[in-house]
């Protein structure tokens, strides 16, 4: 009976309890180290590769482990000083990678703690962000005075705040951390929040369609900055890896182009719609700059365009009312201009004191272009294209009745008047018993009627005063009344009521 008897915990078995603190333990602490040896060992082997084939560099091994602190930095956005100059906009790559690499960490610590509830996530997000903080606060310790300097709060800061977003990316679904906030949510905002990270991804993909146009059409101009400013195989080399450590970052910048309000660096300014020229890095990745306006630029604005039609044409069916549609479209466009505020941020910053500061994309007018780019043309395809609730049918009102014509009614009248005449008038038990009790009650005409007697009080009420002091009618009278063809009583005789 023991194997068919339910047990109260035997639901609870995966939510931890039977992990020892000694497994807990160790699960926390590589949850806290694991992202930083890693991050920080990739860090400095990739400044050993650049390093060791540069053309006129000197290796130390020393050297590289002292710069992989700031570089470490750098990979989670934590702004620079370079011999008092500031570095603000640096590559994505990195930062894609070290995200990457803490989310899957995340993941892996939750599932050999078989956490299940979102409050179990709250341990290993903790830890994760605080390693973070104290490893920033430790390099930007060490580092003061030297070359390459931070600043401490935003060592500390920024690397925990990153590291902790990218943990909860990790431990979201494991941990039930989706369901938990979908139960607070509409259903129909959590799909607007789905069309509007698929309508950001559409975005970002017409920024790098755009940029590899741009590359495309400008390819002997990146061969010839690549032969000047690089000269040699491992200089080469570096400044590949430094392109494409920007690209992502190249890939906002025309996103900002694309949609409308465009980009700068320093005093040079890009739109669809203007052109201001001037002096950029000798970067092969900034060879996509164009060097003159042309008219066929706005020809680009078709890319957002489809872009906010995909969101529509997902959300066609969300909904059978037109209006909660365009509601649904609406929460798309604002996730869609709030994430373009978060990869603006990111991807522009500080590029010295000079002409060539700063890189940056129009934040607040670039995150309007792109809520309406998603909510108009979205809004249209997901009104038209979805379904429309029909109007219910009218009641159709009763057909009144056709008039009778006047020569109808006079017949149908003639006809009851003529049934009425036929219907037998007197039927014989009916007649005789009313006969019967009004000859009781009082006398009829053809019965003489008494005179009172002086020895009687008079009864006013059997007194007839028409009847007074006359004598019974004339036998002719009698005669006539019963011969009167209108006198439909029987004739019953008269009935003795003396006493």
């Given amino acids: 009976m023991d194997l068919l008897t339910t047990h109260p915990r035997a639901a609870d078995v995966d939510h931890g309890e039977h992990v020892s603190p000694g497994a807990r333990v160790r699960a926390l602490l590589a949850a806290a180290l694991g992202p930083l040896i890693t ?33 470490w930095l750098a990979a989670y956005q934590v702004p620079l ?32 703690l078989c956490c299940t509830q979102p409050r179990q996530a709250l341990p290993i997000l903790a830890t994760i962000a605080g390693a973070h903080a104290l490893l920033g606060i430790a390099i930007a310790v060490l580092s003061s005075g030297s070359a390459v300097s931070v600043e401490p709060v935003l060592a500390a800061g920024v690397p925990a705040l990153l590291a902790g977003g990218a943990a909860v990316i990790g431990v979201a679904r494991r941990c039930g951390l989706v369901p938990a906030v979908s139960r607070y949510l509409d259903p129909l905002a959590v799909r607007g929040l789905r069309a509007g990270a698929l309508g950001l991804l559409a975005l970002l993909t017409a920024g790098g369609l755009t940029l590899l146009i741009a590359m495309a ?15 040699g195989p491992g200089s080469g080399a570096g400044m590949l890896l430094l392109s494409i450590g920007y690209v992502p970052n190249a890939t906002v910048l025309a996103l ?91 991807a522009g910053g500080r590029l010295g004191s000079g002409a060539f500061d700063p890189v940056s994309i129009p934040l607040g007018f670039v995150s309007i272009a792109t809520f309406l780019w998603i909510a108009v043309p979205g809004g249209l395809v997901a009104w038209f294209a979805g379904p429309h609730q029909q109007a219910e049918p009218e009641p159709e009102p009763e057909p009144e009745p056709e008039p009778v014509p006047e020569s109808a009614q006079e017949s149908e009248t003639v006809a009851e008047d003529t049934a009425a005449d036929e219907k037998p008038v007197d039927e014989p038990e009916a007649a005789d018993t009313e006969t019967d009790t009004a000859d009781e009650d009082e006398p009829t005409e053809e019965e003489p009627v008494e005179e009172p007697s002086e020895d009687e009080p008079e009864d006013d009420d059997f007194e007839d005063p028409d009847d007074e002091g006359t004598e019974a009618k004339p036998d002719t009278e009698a005669a006539e009344d019963v011969a009167d063809p209108d006198d439909t009583e029987p004739d019953k005789g008269t009935r003795d009521t003396s006493p």
């Fill in 256 to 346: 900002g182009f694309v949609t409308g309000p465009g980009l700068s660096i320093g005093t040079v300014s890009v739109s669809p719609f203007a052109f201001t020229g001037g002096a950029v890095p000798g970067v092969p990745l900034l060879a996509a700059l164009p060097e003159q306006y042309s008219l066929w630029w706005p020809a680009f604005l078709v890319l957002p365009a489809l872009a906010g039609a995909l969101v529509g044409w997902t959300l066609r069916g969300s909904h059978e009312d037109p209006v909660a549609r365009l509601r649904t479209v609406g929460v798309a466009g604002a996730l869609v201009g709030f994430g373009t505020v978060v990869v603006g941020t990111l």
């Fill in 217 to 231: 059409l400008s390819a002997s101009t990146a061969a010839r900055l690549f032969a000047g400013n690089a000269p």
């Fill in 39 to 71: 991050g920080y060992a990739a860090v400095a082997a990739l400044l050993a590769l650049v390093t060791a084939i540069a053309t006129r560099s000197q290796f130390s091994a020393s050297g590289v482990l002292l710069a992989a602190g700031p570089s």
């Fill in 81 to 112: 000083h370079i011999d008092g100059v500031p570095l603000g906009i640096l590559p994505l790559v990195p930062t894609i990678g070290v995200i990457v690499v803490v989310a899957r960490t995340a993941a892996g610590t939750a599932q050999r």
